[in-house]
Every structure is written in structure tokens, then in C-alpha cells.
């Protein structure tokens, strides 16, 4: 994929020959055109901008829907646990597609939620609004898909925890904040490290929701690297735009390791 | 042990059976289910069908290596890209009785000199549809492109139209508003329509290729750009399902694209020879009739005509009589300087 960024698009997509021989001497063709065009405007910059905004938020949303969920499963007794975690996978049951779709006919103008909204808005005085096509439609659906990546790994973290701290803290006075707050909260932090990396990495590359339900200006960085390579094929351009993806999300993989190892390690070597 | 292995001959035998099959790439919503069924019972064979919605998805597809369909229907311009690039079969045309069906003015075109390897299927124009009751209370004229392209009509109908996702399309209306050619590759005039494209933004709802059939029946869209098949079906379907609203399309005044869709068989057709028969079953006259009747395409096959409902031979946008068609402008394949000129700024329009 770098080596395809520094070459030309061929005449009907795919790849150009990254050399000629020309009067019986060898010559390279390749460009650094492509990364140029990377840095010429800053639209495409804006938009990664945006597309990491849109997947932080998800992240952050999703942690906040998830962490309460995940307590309670783990506090709540073995017989209705494991019924919780299946409908926690149920809907893996059905085609992601689907999902999405389903989601369109419930923001569609025609359908009850908007319409309910609308009386609301309309009592106020206010404008009319539209959920399809817009940010907050991708924004919600980006959270519904990723929602169980982020309960699962908190819940086999919670699940974990000795219970014994929480009575230990209790007898020495700790109201239930403290308890949550200085036991409870520290050791689920890796959880919460790993639900954010399995739920941050897909929603930025993510392309179907924008697509389907993003509007003219709901797309993310997915969807224009689809477009280089489906519709414009324009290879070069959007292996440019992945490195830079893949470059950035390693980072950040990398970041949430280091910050994810457990406290207790550090404290051990010293 | 016998017995065993008996049944897994019969088992093999019957996925050889099952194997024989007509695959096909095609448009979406473009072709009559009862035609496709009528081919299943005369060849013996399934015929599986895989649909694009836009010229390079399917471009792109095939030239990945996908190539091994049966049967390909691309518009002109992408024949043209297809056999410069060596992918297609020539026709057999000795194995095609229903050849003389076609009306002579849709052949030997320039895309395809003599028809070597491609024969007409069906027409489309690239029009408006639109919610007849929604435009007529605004007072918008809907035979016009200022539609979905001037701010001061479309901020009347912000968030009820959706164009094309598809940039030889939308850049295309663009220079037909702008009252230039489809063709013209004239990076001043690209830059102009991407300008009018820019502007008219964030008055649309969407770029949206494949579902605005739904959107416009369903009343949640008034207004889209779109093939005039797909409108023709959004009409019936508004029909169909008794809305209180009707949908209807038109040609705008400024003229439009016409698409000419060509059946072709892959050099990597598995079954050259059923694709030869499909072919061939395509251009007999009451299957072709029907592709318009239920489809509402328009269509290259003069022997159909007498099949053909009258009420649809009427409509301009199907069936343009020749003043319109002067208007009307097929698509030629853009060369490798020109395409990554009208990608850039079609990527900047989406991105911005």
C-alpha cells in the first residue's frame, strides 16, 4: 500500500507500471503527486478531524450507556446473567445491513419517533426537524452497532472483581460513591481501555452508516476511501488516504495499551 | 459402502444439475421477474443476478477480476472503456435469430462500430421525479434544472431532494444547467458546475442512487435526480400503495443524459453459449415489450412497439420524439487525465 501510494492510477483504475524502458534505459515512474494532493486543501484534514470527533463521541457515549449495563449484569444473580448477556448478542442474530435499515424507516419523517419529536418542537414554536441525514442519525446508529463491543469486555472485567474490597471498604466507613469510586472504577479501567479501542477502531473507518444515513455532509474518512478506490478508481490516492488512517489508528492503539496496562504493574517493578 | 457412495454420485450429479446457471450484472430494478422466470423454464438453467447502481461500481468490479458473468448490461461509454480494455466476447451473430428486431437508429453507434460485441438492451434518461402534489403547491416548474441546482428554488425544498451519487451524473446535469455539453472536459467549465454543485449542497438531503424510488413514494423525499425507469416505477408504486400524494417525472428543458444499455458477454463468461441465448431471448419482441411495460424503459426494439401499452409509448421522458432527443446526450468514456480531473473534484465536493 505505500509502494501503490507513490504511483500513478492506471488508464481504467487499478495501478500504473511503476517503471518504463525508454531508448534501452530504465526509468522509474513514481510521484509523491498523491501525497501532495493530501496537503494542497485542508478538507481532507477537516474531515479526518471530524471522522476521530465522530468516533470519539461514540466512544465516550457508548462507555457511559455501557458501564451502568455492565454493572448491573455483573451484580445481578447467576440465574439471570447469562439470559442479560444473550440479549446483550441478540442483535448479532441479524445482518448489520439490516440493522441499518431498520433504523432508516424509524428516523424517516413518516416514522412515529420524528413525528413525536415534532409535536414537541412544534408546541415550542420551533422548526420542524429532520433526523434522517444528518450527524445525529449516524452518530446514533454508530453507537447502537458498537454498544455490545463495549458491555462485553467491561462485564468480564467487572465480573472479576472481589467482592471482599467492596466489604472491606464498607466496614471502614466508605459510603457507596466511595466505594465505586476509589475501588471499583480503578480496576475497571482496563475494561474500559479495551471496549474503547474495540469500539473506536471500527466506528472510524466505518462507511455503510455514513452512507446510508449520513446526508451530503455526514461522510467520514471511510466513506471518501471507498470512493477513491470504487468509484473514482483512483488507487493510489486511497491507499494515501488508509496509511494515513492505519497510521493514526496505531497510534492510538498504542496509547490505550500503555495507558491500559494495569497500575498495579508499575507499582510492582519498583 | 455402496450404498454411500451411490449417494454421493446423485448428490454430485445434482449439483452439476443445478450448476447450470445464467449469471447475470445488471442494473438494479432492470428487468420484469416474469421475464427472468420465462427464461429459467425455456433454458432449464437459474439465472443469478447481481446488481450495481452505478456505472463505475460496476467498472470497478469487473476490472478487479470479477469478470466472470454471463451477461454484462453496461451504458455506452463503458462498452467503449470495456473493449478497449479487451475484456468482452465478439458476438456470435449466427446464433442470434432475432437480430434484425433492433431498431437500425440504435445501431453501429460509435461506441461500438458494427456491434462487434454489444447489442442494445434498453434506454434510460437521467430526469427529475417528483412529488406532483408537494411542487405544484410551491409553484416550482419541475422542467427545469434550477429544480436542484438554484438556491432560490431549493430553499423552498431544503431537505426534500436528493441527487445522484454518481459524479458523470450529477456533473453532467450541472453542465446541462450550465448549458454546456455533457462532454465538455474543459477544466474552467468542470469547475463551474462543481461550483453550482457546491452551492446547491446543503440544500439536499442526500446523494442517494438506490433508494430513492422508496424515498419519493414514501413522501419523504419531493424531489430527485434520478434514471427515468426508476421514476416510472416510483409513479407506480405511489399508485399502487394509495398515497394521497402522486409522484411524476419530466425532462428538464436544458436537455439531459440518455443512456443507452448494452448487453455483453465477458472473454470469463462461464457459459458463453447461454448467454448467447439469453441475448437472444432479450431482443425477442414481447420480452423486450415487457421490460418497458413493467420497467419502463425505453426501448431499441422496433418489433416490441406493438407490444408496448400505448400509454407508455406517450411519455416523453421514455420514449423522446425527435425534438427532444436533440436535446438528449449519451456519455463518452473520459480518458485517464480527464477521469482523475473530475474525481478530484468530485471527491472535493463530497468531502467539503
Known sequence: MLFASFRYSGEYGGLAPWYYIEDGGFTLDLTLENWRRLFETEIYLSLLIKSLTYALLTTLICVLMAYPLALMIARSSKRYRDLLLLLVILPFWSNFLVRIYAWMIIFSPQGALTAALNVVTSALGLEPISLMFSSTAVITCLVYVHLPFMILPLYANLEKHDNRLLDAAQDLGANRFQCFWLITWPLSLPGIYAGAVLVFIPSLGIFAIPDLLGGTNGIMIGNVIKQQFVESRDWPFGSVLSLVLTAITLLLVLLAAKLGRPAGEDNGKK | ?352
Not at chain 2, 451524473?169 to 450541472?174: P, R, T
Open chain 2, 1 to 352: 459402502m455402496k450404498k454411500i457412495l451411490c449417494c454421493f454420485v446423485l448428490c454430485v450429479s445434482q449439483i452439476a444439475m443445478a450448476e447450470k446457471a445464467l449469471h447475470l450484472f445488471n442494473w438494479n430494478d432492470y428487468i420484469a421477474e416474469d421475464t427472468v422466470t420465462r427464461f429459467e423454464e425455456q433454458c432449464g438453467c437459474k439465472v443469478v443476478q447481481d446488481y450495481f447502481s452505478a456505472t463505475e461500481e460496476m467498472m470497478a468490479k469487473l476490472l478487479a477480476g470479477a469478470g466472470d458473468y454471463d451477461v454484462v448490461i453496461p451504458t455506452q461509454n463503458a462498452v467503449e472503456a470495456l473493449i478497449k480494455q479487451d475484456f468482452l466476447l465478439p458476438l456470435d451473430k449466427s446464433k442470434l435469430s432475432n437480430l434484425g428486431n433492433t431498431a437500425k437508429g440504435f445501431l453501429d453507434k460509435a461506441y461500438d462500430p458494427g456491434n462487434v460485441y454489444s447489442l442494445p438492451y434498453a434506454f434510460t434518461t437521467t430526469l427529475v421525479g417528483y412529488n406532483e402534489e408537494k411542487i405544484a403547491e410551491l409553484g416550482i416548474n419541475p422542467s427545469d434544472w434550477s429544480i436542484i441546482f438554484d438556491p432560490t428554488v431549493l430553499a423552498k425544498i431544503k431537505g426534500k431532494v436528493t441527487v445522484m451519487d454518481d459524479s458523470e451524473e450529477l456533473f453532467g446535469a450541472a453542465l446541462k444547467y450550465l448549458g454546456y455539453s455533457i462532454n465538455d472536459n474543459d477544466e474552467k467549465h468542470l469547475k463551474e458546475a462543481q461550483a453550482v454543485i457546491l452551492k446547491a449542497k446543503p440544500y439536499w438531503a442526500a446523494f442517494n442512487s438506490s433508494s430513492y424510488i422508496k424515498e419519493l413514494t414514501v413522501g419523504n423525499i419531493w424531489v430527485a435526480h434520478g434514471y427515468s425507469s426508476d421514476m416510472f416505477q416510483a409513479r407506480a408504486d405511489a399508485a399502487e400503495a394509495g398515497r394521497d400524494f402522486s409522484v411524476n417525472f419530466v425532462l428538464p428543458k436544458q436537455g439531459a443524459v440518455l443512456a443507452l444499455d448494452n448487453m455483453v458477454i465477458p472473454k470469463k463468461a462461464r457459459d458463453p453459449e447461454l448467454a448467447l441465448q439469453f441475448i437472444n431471448f432479450m431482443m425477442a419482441p414481447e420480452n423486450a415489450a415487457e421490460l418497458t411495460n413493467v420497467v419502463g424503459t425505453g426501448n431499441p426494439n422496433a418489433a416490441a412497439t406493438p407490444f408496448i401499452e400505448p400509454e407508455i409509448l406517450k411519455i416523453s421522458a421514455i420514449f423522446p420524439n425527435d425534438e427532444v432527443q436533440k436535446s438528449l446526450e449519451t456519455v463518452s468514456a473520459r480518458n485517464a487525465k480527464q477521469r482523475r480531473l473530475i474525481n478530484k473534484l468530485w471527491t472535493e465536493i463530497k468531502v467539503r
